[in-house]
T-cell receptor
Framework: KAGVTQTPRYLIKTRGQQVTLSCSPISGHRSVSWYQQTPGQGLQFLFEYFSETQRNKGNFPGRFSGRQFSNSRSEMNVSTLELGDSALYLC???????????????FGEGSRLTVL | AQSVTQLGSHVSVSEGALVLLRCNYSSSVPPYLFWYVQYPNQGLQLLLK??????LVKGINGFEAEFKKSETSFHLTKPSAHMSDAAEYFC????????????FGTGTRLTIIP
């Protein structure tokens, strides 16, 4: 069974540009979450999508956005890049347990963004 | 608001020694608690999960954690460290029902001394 796939793995952008990152979840997983990981702030929750709907959102500016497609694949977009957006962006998918509690998150290897 | 505190950003233990990584949580409701491990240049992998079924939770690779409500703790232990355990470990909490949001601690980097 294929794991969570994130593309691209590495990318370099300049300030003011925008970037789109892609995430393909494990087959059958309907929930996709995004996290930002930096040495200073650690792992910060960006947002979660379930069945094409944003179910939860972290405390990030509106420059950070995402979406989920009908096949559960997800993209996140960052517009008007700032130096501080340099980070590892991790995508995670889950079955989203029907009991109501959180399920196990399966993480991809991440997309490492460098903003110059 | 939910949060977790991991005591010690770096822990070093000798190969074969006990591993103890500390995590304290803050939650207004009975929480779900997790330990994840991250190896270099990789994503996170779930070690174990507490969901109130049992206070002692056994995970993969010989790790276990004990939920202590009176101490609001969920420390991770392994009786005998192996070189392959060198990684960064994250404690996480969730008290949200109906979504998958986790709040992570700042992580503990575990070094194994040969």
């Amino acid at each position: 069974k294929a794991g969570v796939t994130q593309t691209p793995r590495y990318l370099i952008k300049t300030r003011g540009q925008q970037v789109t990152l892609s995430c393909s979840p494990i087959s059958g997983h309907r929930s996709v979450s995004w996290y930002q990981q930096t040495p200073g702030q650690g792992l910060q929750f960006l947002f979660e999508y379930f069945s094409e709907t944003q179910r939860n959102k972290g405390n990030f500016p509106g420059r950070f956005s995402g979406r989920q497609f009908s096949n559960s694949r997800s993209e996140m977009n960052v517009s008007t890049l700032e130096l501080g957006d340099s980070a590892l962006y991790l995508c995670a998918s889950s079955l989203a347990g029907s009991s109501g509690g959180p399920g196990e998150l399966f993480f991809g290897e991440g997309s490492r963004l460098t903003v110059l | 608001a939910q949060s977790v505190t991991q005591l010690g950003s770096h822990v070093s233990v000798s190969e074969g020694a006990l591993v103890l990584l500390r995590c304290n949580y803050s939650s207004s409701v009975p929480p779900y608690l997790f330990w994840y491990v991250q190896y270099p240049n990789q994503g996170l992998q779930l070690l174990l999960k507490y969901t109130s079924a049992a206070t002692l939770v056994k995970g993969i690779n010989g790790f276990e954690a004990e939920f202590k409500k009176s101490e609001t703790s969920f420390h991770l232990t392994k009786p005998s460290a192996h070189m392959s355990d060198a990684a960064e470990y994250f404690c996480a909490v969730s008290e949200d029902f109906g979504n998958e949001k986790l709040t992570f601690g700042t992580g503990t980097r575990l070094t194994i001394i040969p």
